[in-house]
């Protein structure tokens, strides 16, 4: 079964269930075979169970590239940002250091930087991306817009995201609730924000402790 | 006698547990594989679909199959990983006697040699003290193939009631509740009616971990409006988000259901139609729940009383809904009551048996639900039939040529089978993918158990903890090995297809059995050549049953994606839904849609009762158990894949930090959590996640850092469930505890 070639990438965090598949999977893609280029996590255990995944977001102007000294890493014609090139990279570190997102990671032991390429392996020959085939929540969802439209009529799709100053879009998506008053993400105010969810605090765990019945 | 010969470091030397990872052809992209074969997962009841890559004989990997329509591609962790399993360091590739001066306890044995020497056991300790003096532990995880002729092999061939399998710690609650109710043990509905639901009611289900494939669907009803229900006493990854978390204390499911259907008969919010028209006993269950009012309800469950009112008011007025339930309510003393409760609060609501209206126990096994219909269970025969009725027992004994007087009597449960070691009255046992001294309760008994046997062989394709006690070991076969069906838990039966050979002298599971028959001089009935012939047979023996597979072929299977039983004829393309109006059923005749012969379900008063053991000042905490979502059951397989074990390579105990700082933990700290059976020392794991009066601990570890060493040994009456999910227990900060035995990287 291939997929369209207008699927698009989405991740809705508010499905996400922390249970490492993605991850996993991410190690059995043949571009990087025995390396996980998602990272998950979780946003605070000690208060919830919240988790995270990130994935690379294809930056419309990818600053790992706009950084990249040794012009190693290529953004292609469909906007996939690739991982940098072996015969390029100089294991520099700016890509690393400058990605907002946190999403480039040094190899040491190759001395290459390695991030995620969307499965460009499958995707190019119509296949989904390892991690959003088998994501258990479809937190990473790969479709198309109109699959996505039908399935998640809760959502609306955003891929604009502010750091300080810094204006970015990206080819992945976000899914946000539709009622939700926002035109871009400010990830920086976010960082500071508590778990999102249910209270696990102790107004609902202590409400009804009592003596044995 | 069969104490294990050397020390257990020396045996996870040889015998692992190893950590497999991904090397040579497996990592190598430039290696094309021979073959891609269209299989299931090994290990949880979704029975996820998966395509095995392989190359020279060894699954080098896998490939989603977006096809198959349960999971569409989806896997969680571990079915990506469960290729490891394959090509194993740790793998049994010949059989094995137990021996001191062999190379971790055991020497190798020609097959024929250990085939021959179980015999001759069997033949003497059944010789000497009758043929109940043997007895056969068997496994959900193999297929129904297999399962019905472990049953047989018991029965037929040893002649002893005695047989019973790993399932009676897993699902046997809600089965029993099931055939009371509905008369019938099978998920009510396919998965794709919770996408319809407009509540989705998750009790005891940790459907991220657990069941994760099953989180979409829970989700994708919430996108069309479903309001979502979880009642845990953990916070999971489900709860977390849902729209109304109910945080119980464990061991009070029946009170809770017992307090919804009362504020289900005060707001009138019955189908009094369906009441009157397909169900009996209505008026007793009303009058047993009266007592419970919100406050009762709040008061025993610990659940806030506007939180109870608020689950009522969405569940009693729904147009559709689903209610799943899994061990959290049924691993209990009161297993089978808090079912029954469960299905009550459906039946009064009359939202089955149509689309988006369902009920189900998640299945936890990989063939817990065809595992459970075809007589390896100890009162069981073929197609869900009943070893007491004499009819029954008249159909099956003529399919296996036998007189219906040469069967033996219902047996007793696994646990109960220990117990009968210690009587003395059982002093040999056979196993099979079992793996008792992880996955029992007060494991410190079942070891001894193990050691006062005559003679154990285990069957197993990685020597598991249990194994090490065995004088022989015979190498049987991994899942992608052989082929065969199994039942998933939407009630789909599946195939799973042979992907590689056996390796070494392994042999498969039934290749060893037939081959056990054989040298016994007791081979008739047991010449089946292929898994076909014992579905054959398979199909012949269920026939007229309730659990009907006669009209179940491999082809009509895989053509179908699946076949939900019952399946009762040739042209009969099986019942995704069970109940819907005018269905037939083999005991009803057209009379209704429920497995009784008016046709009707029963509502059965499922009154509360509190758990065997309360706390006291002495044990003054609630141990609950569970599972995590990279390992499965008691880790045999899991515990060997270094991927899983990276994610989580030890157990941990979760505590809230208002306990936490009455005992002076902080996160990370070891601490000793002691009960009457036991006491181990593992890091806690401060969260806000648990009720402050609970703490868990998953359980698939064996030794020192086991959690069923702490467990009770109590029993529901009626499945024989053990109560895992509650005991007494107390906790206190600890210094470092010794390393366990090496798991070798």
Request: proline share 8%; net charge neutral.
């Amino acid at each position: 079964m291939s997929v369209p070639q207008s699927a698009e990438f989405f991740i809705d965090p508010g499905r996400c269930i922390g249970c490492n598949a993605c991850l996993q999977a991410c190690t059995e893609c043949d571009t990087h075979k025995g390396h996980a280029m998602i990272q998950l996590d979780y946003v605070d255990r000690g208060r919830s169970p919240q988790t995270v995944p990130v994935v690379c977001m294809h930056c419309d102007s990818p600053t790992c590239a706009e950084v990249c000294p040794a012009d190693a890493i290529k953004r292609m014609g469909d906007g996939v940002v690739q991982t940098a090139r072996k015969s390029h990279c100089i294991a520099c570190n700016n890509c690393v250091l400058a990605c907002p997102f946190g999403v480039p990671k040094m190899n040491t032991g190759m001395n290459l930087m390695m991030k995620c390429d969307m499965c460009y392996d499958r995707t190019s020959v119509g296949k989904k991306p390892m991690c959003a085939s088998v994501c258990p929540s479809q937190a990473l969802l790969f479709g198309t817009r109109e699959e996505v439209v039908g399935l998640r009529p809760g959502s609306r799709i955003l891929n604009t995201f502010r750091f300080g100053s810094q204006t970015i879009t990206t080819k992945v998506n976000m899914l946000v609730p539709k009622r939700a008053a926002v035109e871009h993400l400010d990830v920086l105010s976010a960082l500071h924000e508590p778990p999102v969810g249910n209270d696990a605090g102790e107004d609902v765990l202590l409400a009804g402790l009592g003596p044995e019945d | 006698m069969a104490r294990p010969a050397v020390s257990e470091s020396e045996t996870t030397e040889v015998f692992g547990p190893h950590l497999s990872r991904s090397t040579g052809p497996r990592l190598d992209p430039g290696v094309v594989p021979d073959k891609a074969v269209k299989t299931h997962c090994c290990f949880c009841g979704q029975q996820c679909g998966i395509e095995l890559l392989v190359k020279d004989n060894q699954v080098i990997g896998f490939e989603p199959w977006l096809e198959f329509p349960f999971n569409q591609g989806k896997l969680c962790p571990k079915g990506v990983k469960r290729y490891l399993q394959g090509a194993h360091p740790d793998r049994l590739l010949q059989a094995y006697a137990r021996d001191e001066t062999g190379r971790g306890g055991f020497r190798p044995l020609p097959y024929e040699q250990a085939i021959s020497r179980v015999a001759g056991e069997i033949d003497r300790i059944q010789k000497e003290h009758g043929p109940q003096a043997f007895g056969v532990l068997s496994g959900a995880s193999l297929t129904t193939e297999k399962a019905y002729l472990m049953g047989k092999f018991a029965r037929v061939c040893l002649k002893t009631p005695y047989i019973d399998y790993n399932g009676r710690l897993c699902m046997v609650s809600a089965a029993a509740a099931n055939k009371k109710a509905f008369g019938i043990d099978r998920a009510a509905n396919p998965w794709s009616d919770i996408l319809t639901a407009d509540v989705v009611w998750i009790s005891g289900a940790n459907v991220a971990e657990c069941a994760p494939i099953t989180t979409d669907y829970v989700w994708q009803a919430r996108e069309h409006g479903a309001r979502v229900i979880v009642v845990d006493p953990r916070l999971t990854p489900l709860a977390r988000t849902c729209d109304l978390f109910l945080p119980i204390k464990p061991g009070r499911d029946a009170a809770l259901f017992a307090g919804i259907l009362h504020l289900m008969i005060e707001h009138d919010w019955l189908d009094h139609a369906f009441i009157e028209g397909h169900t009996t006993g209505f008026e007793e269950v009303a009058r047993a729940v009266a007592e419970w009012t919100p406050a009762r309800t709040a008061q025993v469950t610990g659940i806030a009383e506007r939180a109870i009112r608020q689950a009522a008011e969405w569940w009693g007025p729904a147009k559709t809904s689903f209610l799943l339930h899994a061990r959290g309510i049924e691993h209990h003393s009161h297993g089978v009551q808090n079912c029954l409760g469960a299905i009550n609060m459906v039946l009064a609501s009359g939202r089955i048996g149509r689309e988006g209206c369902g009920y189900a126990t998640i299945t936890g096994q990989a063939n817990g639900q065809g595992g459970r219909e075809h007589g390896q269970k100890c009162d069981q025969l073929p197609g869900g039939r009943d070893l007491a009725n004499p009819e029954h027992r008249a159909h099956v004994a003529k399919v296996w040529g036998v007189a219906p007087d040469d069967l033996p009597g219902p047996g007793v449960d696994c646990y109960e089978m220990f117990r009968k070691v210690e009587a003395g009255e059982i002093r040999g046992l056979l196993s099979v993918c079992f793996n008792p001294v992880v996955s029992l309760p007060d494991n410190a008994f079942v070891r001894r158990m193990l050691e006062k046997l005559e003679f154990y062989v285990a069957i197993d394709f990685f020597l598991s903890e249990t194994a090490r006690f065995a004088d022989v070991v015979l190498p049987g076969s991994l899942q992608e090995e052989d082929e065969g069906i199994v039942t998933s838990a939407e009630g789909r039966v599946i195939k799973i297809n042979k992907v590689i050979d056996c390796p070494g002298e392994a042999r498969q599971d039934w290749r060893i059995v037939q081959d056990v028959a054989r040298a016994l001089g007791r081979e008739r009935g047991f010449t089946f050549t292929e898994p076909a012939a014992i579905l054959a047979e398979l199909r012949e023996a269920s026939k007229g049953g309730v659990a009907d597979y006669s009209g179940i072929t491999y082809e009509k299977v895989e053509r179908q994606y699946g076949v939900f039983w019952p399946c009762p004829s040739d042209d009969h393309p099986g019942t995704p839904r069970l109940f819907e109006p005018g269905s037939s059923n083999p005991v009803a005749q057209g009379k209704g849609p429920f497995y009784f012969p008016d046709g009707k379900a029963r509502f059965v008063p499922a009154p509360y009762t509190p758990p065997t053991e309360v706390v006291d000042a002495e044990y003054p905490l609630i141990l609950t158990t569970g599972r995590v979502v990279s390992h499965f059951l008691s880790g045999a397989q899991t515990r060997r894949i270094g991927p899983l074990v990276d994610h989580c390579p030890e157990p941990f105990i979760e505590v809230h930090p208002k306990l936490a700082a009455t005992l002076g933990l902080a996160d990370g700290d070891f601490a000793t959590a002691e009960t009457r059976r036991g006491a181990i020392t593992l890091r806690a794991s401060v969260v806000k996640t648990i009720r402050p009066d609970t703490i868990f601990i998953p359980y698939h570890w064996p030794g020192e850092r086991s959690a069923n060493t702490l467990t009770i040994a109590a029993q529901d009456p009626i499945s024989k469930i053990p109560e895992y999910k509650v005991c007494a227990v107390r906790l206190r900060k600890a210094s470092p505890p010794a390393p366990p035995p090496a798991e070798a990287p």
